[in-house]
């Protein structure tokens, strides 16, 4: 089989080397360097025309008041921001009677500094994370188990009152306590805490402003696009709108608008196609030919598909993706038998490229299958596009507005992954999972305790509410891990509820404690930790 496809591999090269420009000899084009990319001109591109800008407010900052603390906040806050944080609470919550002077000076709260990084073409509503530090100069001590209340966040470097905010922020503090390093309990995540207010748009700038090059262009862009893809502001300045179908790849729609040309004729695309075929099955820089392809569009399909039969993987690759993203499904089949092959070293790009591009039902069966492989960055991935295709393979549950409990059951592999930036989460593979008989598991700090003696039928879930409090709270639940990691983080039930409701652990605790309750063998599943947030 791999002998057949480089064979296969060697003809399709030929091939391209004859349908690009001849093969060799006196008038021939040859293999050299030269030889192979010093074409005539093929066009001026719209990125030789213009810069692009995408969101201008990337990095964003801020200032807030984290509740929930144990005592280990501080009464002290520099007056102005004393007077900027008690008139926002007042704006954003007229309607409460809050004392926010009394709030501040209280130690179960404390003032903390905001920095985040916004994603860049940020989408309305999308979430990112964001890092609270305690205050210098004040007595804050820890922010574990503290909850940042509503925060504006503006773009740093403006923080002035006239500045408006392009996001907020809010959410439970996370400080990690898996990775065995020592940190800082002043600083801390909130993940997924930032919301982004609008919809950012990406603006093309004219080297040399024109009314009739930006009409051009303009129309150029709607022309290959879609209708209403570029909206001429002024003259010399273009806003675009990222096509539904673009969504997902914000970063290779701008590549494509920039390699877009804007001369056009038969002779002069084929060409195109001929050059960027050829650069694609052997130059270093494959992106840019995969993505001056797509540009071109269906026109180009047609020699890509000579590019399925390489030898280079990364050829075939970036043909089928390219050919999926054109509508074609000729190299669906290359995409799926790279995914499901154990070999590939392209194997998450594939899959990767089958949830954006192909049928949802091609998408999730092969998706479903890789639950099974035995590489768990495999599985992991698998699982990331069920949950963003929405399939059922995946169930969820938001346990107490902090984080969501996910259960995979059509694995024979137990493992479970916790996540440590974007939206917080539980992954249970191989679901359900159960803790066994005869396990005792405490927190570092004391204050959880997991236990279930041998042959006691169920387990007893007991919190020290506080460090300064005798008084302690005793749950039960089931073996079931699910069903332990909701009666330990689900909301105490207040006194007019009728539920059983839960302990209050965080989920910083709670990923703590299932990580230990993995390391004792108290639960027979393979602990994961996704990366920490990366706020520069």
Request: charged share 25%.
């Amino acid at each position: 089989m791999t002998s057949n496809r480089k064979t296969v591999g060697l003809v399709a090269v030929f091939a391209i080397a004859c349908f690009a420009g001849g093969c060799g000899g006196p008038g021939g084009t040859g293999w050299g360097a030269k030889g192979l990319f010093d074409r005539r001109d093929l066009g001026t591109t719209i990125g030789s025309l213009v810069e692009v800008y995408s969101s201008e407010f990337a990095a964003v900052k801020g200032y807030g008041l984290v509740g929930g603390l144990q005592g280990t906040g501080s009464l002290q806050c520099p007056t102005q921001l004393r007077a900027y944080l008690r008139r926002y609470m007042l704006t954003e919550l007229p309607e409460h009677r809050i004392d926010v002077d009394k709030l501040i000076d209280s130690s179960n709260t404390a003032v903390v500094h905001i920095g985040g990084q916004m994603p860049i073409v940020a989408t309305k509503n999308q979430y990112f994370d964001v890092r609270v530090t305690a205050l210098s100069g004040t007595q804050t001590t820890s922010l574990e188990g503290g909850w940042l209340y509503g925060a504006e966040l503006k773009p740093a470097g403006r923080l002035s009152m006239a500045t408006r905010a392009v996001a907020n922020a809010s959410g439970p503090v996370f400080i990690d306590k898996i990775s065995g390093l020592a940190v800082s309990k002043k600083v801390g995540y909130v993940l997924g805490g930032g919301k982004v207010f609008d919809e950012y748009k990406v603006h093309l700038v004219f080297h040399k402003p024109d009314y009739e090059t930006t009409s051009v262009v303009r129309n150029h862009i709607n022309e290959r696009f879609g209708r209403d893809t570029a909206r001429a502001l002024v003259p010399g300045r273009i806003e675009l709108t990222v096509p539904p179908r673009y969504r997902g790849q914000k970063q290779r729609f701008i590549s494509m608008v920039k390699a877009t040309y804007l001369e056009e004729g038969p002779e002069i695309t084929k060409e195109r196609i001929r050059t960027f075929v050829r650069k694609l099955a052997v130059s270093e820089d494959k992106y840019a030919s995969e993505v001056a392809l797509e540009a071109i569009g269906n026109e180009s399909i047609g020699k890509l598909s000579v590019l399925l039969q390489s030898s280079d993987e990364e050829v075939r690759l970036r043909a089928g993706r390219c050919m999926l993203n054109l509508g074609s499904d000729e190299g669906l089949e290359v995409l799926i038998e790279m995914a499901l092959d154990k070999t590939s070293a392209y194997r998450i790009e594939a899959l990767e490229a089958l949830t954006t591009s192909a049928e949802r039902n091609d998408a999730a069966s092969v998706s479903r299958r890789l639950l099974h492989d035995s590489d768990f960055d495999i599985r992991l991935a698998a699982y990331e596009q069920l949950r963003k295709l929405g399939d059922l393979a995946v169930s969820r549950e938001l346990i107490a507005d902090g984080f969501h409990l996910e259960q995979i059951a059509q694995t024979e592999y137990k493992g479970i992954f916790v996540s440590r930036s974007g939206r917080p989460r539980i992954v249970l593979f191989g679901a359900p999972i159960f803790c066994r008989e005869n396990v005792f598991v405490r927190s570092d700090d004391g204050s959880v305790i997991i236990n279930a003696p041998s042959g006691q039928r169920y387990v007893s879930l007991i919190r020290r509410r506080s460090r300064r409090s005798s008084e302690v709270a005793h749950l039960k639940s089931s073996f079931d891990l699910a069903d332990i990691i909701q009666v330990l983080c689900d909301d105490p039930p207040n006194q007019a509820e009728q539920k059983r409701g839960g302990l209050g652990v965080s989920y910083s605790q709670m990923i703590a404690l299932v990580k230990q309750m993995s390391d004792k063998g108290a639960v027979r599943a393979e602990f994961r930790a996704g990366p920490m947030p990366k706020i520069d």
